[in-house]
């Protein structure tokens, strides 16, 4: 089945313990991105990587990193994560074209991450 | 403001009932596209329009585009309890640099069993 997956799908971490959230797809999407959903502030795009080893930043990709070493594989990196990062966070894909990030885009499950 | 700004924010209907919901927009497109998002999950793309065209159906799902009002509109016809979600709107950048969908703010439906 084609789809996107997370994991993890719930997080509750402490304030400054390192974190990954992965990202998987399965569709030979090359184009990827991040985005978190907050109350009232809607989705917002973090990072995005046009192709393996090409990634840039998005909307706010402050507290973030990312990397992009496989096609199927788009981690999302928090280093130190503070409260203000708790939010809903997903991974999409989109298949190849010209502009991928103007078309469908098969958004993940979604991880809840709660910082205290 | 955001560019997809959906109307109304909150919808109740009754199951079999049509759900039409609206979103505007500011500038130029070259599609627009509609997801679904049920509580907390993921958004699952709708349907897409282009901006050449004028209406698009998908099963119990129409959609029209006015580009000239900057507007589009979601049908959804004789609705079904599981149709109770958040639907928002989505429009590609153009000429902004970004790499990212713009979206609403989202209608929630309800739909009464």
């Known amino acids: 089945e084609a789809q996107v997956t997370q994991n993890p799908r719930y997080l509750i971490t402490v304030t400054g313990k390192k974190l990954t959230v992965t990202c998987s797809q399965n569709?030979?999407?090359?184009?990827m991105s991040w985005y978190r959903q907050d109350p009232g502030l809607g989705l917002r795009q973090i990072y995005y990587?046009?192709?393996?080893?090409?990634?840039d930043k998005g909307d706010v990709p402050e507290g973030y990193k990312v990397s992009r070493k496989e096609k199927r594989n788009f981690p999302l990196i928090l280093e130190s994560p503070s409260p203000n990062q708790t939010s809903l966070y997903f991974c999409?894909?989109?298949?190849?074209?010209?502009?991928?990030?103007?078309?469908?885009?098969?958004f993940g499950p979604g991880t809840r991450l709660l910082v205290l | 403001s955001q560019q997809g700004e959906e109307d109304p924010q909150a919808l109740s209907i009754q199951e079999g009932e049509n759900a039409t919901m609206n979103c505007s927009y500011k500038?130029?497109?070259?599609?627009l596209q509609w997801y679904r998002q049920n509580s907390g999950r993921g958004l699952v793309h709708l349907i897409l329009?282009?901006?050449?065209?004028r209406e698009k159906h998908s099963g119990r799902l129409r959609v029209t585009l006015d580009t000239s009002k900057k507007s589009s509109s979601l049908l959804i016809t004789a609705s079904r309890a599981a149709d109770t979600a958040s639907y928002f709107c989505?429009?590609?950048?153009?000429?902004?640099?970004?790499?990212?969908?713009?979206f609403g703010s989202g209608t929630r439906l309800q739909v009464q069993p």
């Open positions: 999409a894909s989109s298949p190849t074209s010209a502009r991928p990030y103007q078309e469908t885009q098969y």
């Open positions: 569709m030979n999407h090359e184009y």
């Open positions: 990587s046009m192709n393996v080893e090409v990634t």
């Open positions: 500038t130029s497109i070259n599609n």
């Open positions: 329009i282009r901006s050449n065209e």
């Open positions: 989505a429009t590609p950048p153009l000429d902004t640099g970004r790499r990212a969908l713009t």
